[in-house]
T-cell receptor
Framework: AQKITQTQPGMFVQEKEAVTLDCTYD???????LFWYKQPSSGEMIFLIYQGSYDQQNATEGRYSLNFQKARKSANLVISASQLGDSAMYFC????????????FGKGTRLHILP | DSGVTQTPKHLITATGQRVTLRCSPRSGDLSVYWYQQSLDQGLQFLIQYYNGEERAKGNILERFSAQQFPDLHSELNLSSLELGDSALYFCASSIRDSQGSEQFFGPGTRLTVL
């Protein structure tokens, strides 16, 4: 079974609009961490944001915020006021610290920002 | 520039061969992670080292091995290479091994097996 599911293979969004990238996860561990990474066409991987399973508040980093809904097991990334430079592949990932500490990635969502 | 260096940038080799990929973490980072990114498998976590010791293991094949040296650089050894091993191999580093540590990725090594 998929541990990390990103249901949107691709998205097109108008510049300056807000974007929500979906991510659902599956784990029975009480302690885990959720990450979002950005991969532009140049290939490098850029860390965006982290949410711990025990964190009370949703994580925010500049224009990025993570909409963490624990009961629904969802960790959507919200990008406010999108920019052309946000066009990239976005990966959601989870680290299960109790079981074996390995990190599992979703298949990614390719985001296209339109001028 | 993340501060993580990987060499070589590109590697072309033949099936059955053995290669070594090298990673130097950011100054002060104790954890090194290896990932494989291929078109069919996506991004896969291979292995993590923390201060020289193996910390977590992912989908790493038995033909692959890694180590982290006392100076904290790491090497990923891939042997008996197959066509399916062609992929982009990333190294990442973080200062701690805790789950919340931000990981800084290197530029990757693109391996092509012919």
């Amino acid at each position: 079974a998929q541990k990390i599911t990103q249901t949107q293979p691709g998205m097109f969004v108008q510049e300056k609009e807000a974007v929500t990238l979906d991510c659902t996860y599956d784990t029975s561990d009480p302690s885990y961490g959720l990450f979002w990474y950005k991969q532009p066409s140049s290939g490098e991987m850029i860390f965006l944001i982290y949410q711990g399973s025990y964190d009370q508040q949703n994580a925010t980093e500049g224009r990025y915020s993570l909409n963490f809904q624990k009961a629904r097991k969802s960790a959507n990334l919200v990008i406010s006021a999108s920019q052309l430079g946000d066009s990239a592949m976005y990966f959601c990932a989870m680290r299960e610290s109790v079981r074996d500490d390995k990190i599992i990635f979703g298949k990614g969502t390719r985001l296209h920002i339109l001028p | 520039d993340s501060g993580v260096t990987q060499t070589p940038k590109h590697l072309i080799t033949a099936t059955g061969q053995r290669v070594t990929l090298r990673c130097s973490p950011r100054s002060g980072d104790l954890s090194v992670y290896w990932y494989q990114q291929s078109l069919d498998q996506g991004l896969q976590f291979l292995i993590q080292y923390y201060n020289g010791e193996e910390r977590a293991k992912g989908n790493i094949l038995e033909r692959f091995s890694a180590q982290q040296f006392p100076d904290l650089h790491s090497e990923l050894n891939l042997s008996s290479l197959e066509l399916g091993d062609s992929a982009l191999y990333f190294c990442a580093s973080s200062i701690r091994d805790s789950q919340g540590s931000e990981q800084f990725f290197g530029p990757g090594t693109r391996l092509t097996v012919l």
